[in-house]
Structure formats: structure tokens, C-alpha cells
């Protein structure tokens, strides 16, 4: 599985400063290893339970979407953006890793949408 190869130590839990349904768990690396959700958000994604893939590539971004809403605001951290339909930030649809080099791309491809 995807959590058994991936090595790392959790040194800080980091609330998403636009958003406080999202806390991030950043590794000694300053990579966020862990995301959990809550309120909102831990409703939508419980869509997806039992889910193994669930990214999709264009190019050099990975990307998980909650929902088929269109992306209105970016929040960029860590070499993730978290993508919301609103201006507020509070409509969370999913995020999008955009540095490759930050993030094992072999551990993503294998929870790639076929």
C-alpha cells in the first residue's frame, strides 16, 4: 500500500490558514505528508471511502477534485494549491501538487485515476 513505502516524520500539524476544515501534517522534509478534514469537508470526502485512486495528471500537476466544480481561488502552500469555487475559501474541490520535486511522483502515479 501507498502508506507503507512512504517514509517520513510528522514535526508539525499546521491548520490551512484559509481554511480551518484543513490541517496539515508537515514532515522534517517541510512536505505536508497528511491532510485531515473536518465539518463540510469530511462530509463530501466520505463520498469517496474505499476509493484507491484518486488523482488525475495534466502534464507536471496531479490533481484530486472533490466535486466537478470549477476552481475560483488557489491557495498556494507547500507545493500544493488548495483549490476552492469560492472567493472566501470555504468551498473546498480539491488540490492540485504542483512541485514534482517536493513529492515522490512514483507514489503518486499508483493512486492515478486509470
Do not use: W
Not at 4 to 21: C, F, G, P, R
Not at 89 to 110: A, P, R
Amino acid at each position: 500500500t501507498l502508506s507503507s513505502t512512504a517514509q517520513y516524520k510528522i514535526q508539525l500539524t499546521d491548520e490551512l490558514e484559509v481554511n480551518e476544515y484543513l490541517e496539515l501534517d508537515i514532515d522534517e522534509q517541510d512536505r505536508i505528508v497528511g491532510i485531515e478534514v473536518f465539518g463540510p469537508i469530511a462530509l463530501e470526502l466520505s463520498k469517496l471511502a474505499g476509493s484507491t485512486q484518486m488523482y488525475t495528471k495534466d502534464g507536471n500537476v496531479y490533481s484530486f477534485r472533490l466535486n466537478e466544480q470549477e476552481v475560483n481561488q488557489k491557495f498556494h502552500y507547500k507545493g500544493i494549491d488548495f483549490c476552492f469555487s469560492d472567493e472566501k475559501f470555504e468551498s473546498f474541490v480539491g488540490l492540485d501538487i504542483v512541485d514534482l520535486n517536493k513529492y515522490d511522483t512514483s507514489l503518486l502515479d499508483q493512486i492515478l485515476i486509470p
